[in-house]
């Protein structure tokens, strides 16, 4: 064949040719020029970033015959011979497949013969990361101490795949992604060596797409051209590469801030119609919003953008949609990319989205009226910050505790002063009957589940460890294991009347709570059975006679000792 196509044509051959790399050209040449060179390089970075030509050019570099010098002349025997592949001395040698072991024993043992022709024997080993373990182990020591007139270059687009061993007897060279702006110059470079045409935004697209790696650039470069009339149009970069028209996603990006969902899916329709990738175009939807926001954000940093060109529509319309909701659109379109791996239907994903986005985005006619909303809801804020301010001037609000809470300072205080209303206790006792008791208890459980369902839980717990131990016709004894229980439940007013209601409708009698804790109950009814007042008159209803075997069992064991249980 031939033909030849343009990156290896163009095929950098001097170190200034390298594009975007001056970190790494410059420490070359002054290494070359005060002749520190080292045993053994490592370069690393993106593919088509020129790993592989700055070694070559290096291999020139040490060897040519005008030397020392920081380029290559690439006319002397030496420079040409390397270039052309015709002096063995430079050897170049892909470990992806050349990896095993048997590869790296021949160079071992071949590392030890001087060069025949050239100063320096240049070994390249390109994607040094596929090599094998052993293969590995086998280059450690030849790579840590080779002879005087060996030099090794790693090229890798994997670096965290070499072993440490590795890296470390190496020096390290990180080469970084192409600017699009160094690779649109580039080109342009080419197309007027190669007497090509061509439209500096058709050039945009195509540098876009190469995603910082110059040969991919020259090689969808080549395409273009191939695939135009003469001159490489916009039209033509945007079908070679795949990519859709700034037009396109002015539309589609009006569609959704209008709300106008017929003209997205229209719009989106008409796209795959042309061959367009749903993936593709999500992707560049989202740089589309980004590029939109960095302009909204910072008008200024216009080589930042890396999907759009600033022409007035897309400049009309960064000023119309808010930043916000740029946020969601992304975040909306980035978790629709996220799904769209996963599946054989990336197009009905990419539909659900473009429908989403223009549900939820505002229409640019209400923009006044969210204003207007905006600033009234900032008034009201304003105000009620004003009367927190005069609240707070004022002191403390002393305010009715509701049914869903205890007031801070009554469950703060100390329990050990609980006063028991003894007297109202003990006129229970005097006037209890089991009839009533009985009632209150049968329908205890219905009370305590109409407590939880009215979100009275809180509340309802402190019953868990109480029970009605007497009752009257107008008031029971409700007796708590706890005493710190039974003061918050006395202290909460509003707490006893919901008792006292559900009591009534499930019963029809009104009885009013007497809280009393366990410890002091037993007192109270001991007294009052000693008093000759009665003698189960909160288990049994106050029976006025007291039963023959307890009077029988008090003159056998004493009152002290005796504890009488239901």
Known sequence: MSYQALYRVFRPQFFHDVIGQGHVTKTLQNALLQQKISHAYLFSGPRGTGKTSAAKILAKAVNCEKGPTAEPCNECDSCKGITDGSISDVIEIDAASNNGVEEIRDIRDKVKFAPSSVPYKVYIIDEVHMLSIGAFNALLKTLEEPPKHVIFILATTEPHKIPLTIISRCQRFDFKRITIQDIVGWMKHIADEASVEADEKALHI??????????DALSLFDQTISFSQGSVTLDDALTVTGSVAQSHLNKLAKAVHEKDTATAIMSLEELIYHGKDPSRFTEDFILYFRDMLLYKTAPNLEESLQRVLLDDEFKSLAEEI??????????????????????????????????????????????????????????????????LRQLKAQGPVHTQPDAGSVPAKKQARSTKGFRVQAGKIQKVLKEATREDLSSIKSRWGDMLDMLNQRQMRSQAALLNDAEPAAASSDAFVLKFKYEIHCQMAMDNHIFLQTITAILQEFTGNTYQPIGVPEEQWMKIREDFIQNGQGEEGSEDGAAPEEDPFIAEARKLVGADLLEVKD
């Open 322 to 387: 808010p930043a916000h909701q740029i946020y969601e659109y992304i975040d909306t379109l980035n978790k629709t990319q996220q799904e769209m791996k996963f599946t054989n239907n990336a197009r009905i994903y990419l539909e659900v989205s473009l429908v989403k986005l223009c549900q939820t985005s505002a229409p640019a006619a209400s923009a006044s009226s969210d204003s207007g909303d905006y600033q009234a809801l900032v008034g009201k804020i304003t105000e009620l910050e004003n009367e």
């Open 206 to 215: 195509i540098a876009r797409a190469a995603e910082g790696g110059m040969r």
